[in-house]
């Protein structure tokens, strides 16, 4: 876990990591969240629709910006106060997924950073994208 405090974060500071979509990762957030919907569940259901395959939730996706905000950037001190996600493309099982954000802006005043974030696929597409506003509690 990273320990970036307010004073020493600089906009134009970076931090990525990157994630395989397996197909526990999947099952678990099913799990989880309880979405059982055929976009996500049947392969033909998925076909019949013009997607490749079963499509991965997007709010799996939402999750690692969950841990990139909590773990990367900002990291220990941070408290996510909003997020604005964009779903350019599908993800699907075995996709390998890199996150990286940038802080964009700091509110001094409130210890607040906002940082964008893009997620691309094995293939450099951009599959989503975000823009959180997290405070940093220090």
Do not use: C, W
């Amino acid at each position: 876990m990273k320990t970036y405090k307010f004073k020493n974060l600089k906009v134009g500071k970076t931090q990525n990591f990157k994630v395989k979509i397996s197909d526990g990762i999947i099952k678990k957030f099913i799990n989880l969240s309880g979405d059982l919907n055929k976009i996500h569940t049947d392969q033909k259901f998925a076909m019949r629709y013009g997607y490749n395959k079963k499509v991965v939730h997007g709010m799996l996706m939402g999750a690692f910006y969950s841990r990139f905000i909590g773990m990367y950037l900002p990291g220990k001190y941070s408290l996510l106060i909003s997020m604005d996600i964009k779903f350019n493309k599908p993800v699907y099982l075995n996709d390998k997924i890199t996150i990286k954000g940038k802080v964009v802006e700091k509110n001094s005043l409130f210890k607040i950073v906002t940082v964008k974030i893009i997620s691309t696929n094995q293939s450099n597409s951009i599959v989503s994208n975000a823009k959180a506003v997290v405070k940093l509690n220090e």
